[in-house]
């Protein structure tokens, strides 16, 4: 991932709405295709934002967790990021330009897992526009099913 997507990808990720500024464009704006909304500016976008209280918090998550490859169980502090679908895995970046795309899942406050897709199209070497899809997976329907390999999710 290039240095540029690594900065972006963790001010967003922390919502450190001061390092997003900085990395977007003065036209900046955000669409989600899914629900039709479009975000024509940047402060437009963090004032929408401040709305999510899974987003901003001040205190860490404190859960139990089994410790891989043994029978001990372990309490874990961990502060978990406060936006939890960028903050996962990333399965692949293409990265050509003005051109960015990135893929990932994550699980959002309620457990649900959702895949989603980001576009970041770049002007003046700044965020222009950012395209955010999120889907939850589904099962192949059996009549794919000599079609297709399943590749799991």
Known sequence: ??????????????????????????EFQCYYPQSGELFTSHDA???????????????P?????????????????????PFFMPAAPIV?????????TLEGEGTWPDGKVYKWVWILEYRDHLVWRQTEYYAEPFDAPEWRAPFVEITGR
């Open 61 to 81: 998550d404190v859960f139990d967790a089994t410790v891989k490859g043994g029978e001990r169980r372990a309490t874990v502090t961990a502060t978990v990021s």
């Open 45 to 59: 976008w963090v004032s929408a934002h401040h709305g999510y209280s899974s987003h901003f918090k001040d205190e």
């Open 1 to 26: 991932m290039s240095e540029r997507v690594q900065k972006y990808r963790d001010a967003y990720t922390t919502m450190d709405m001061e390092a997003l500024s900085r990395l977007r464009h003065p």
């Open 92 to 100: 692949s970046v293409s990265d050509t330009g003005d051109l960015v």
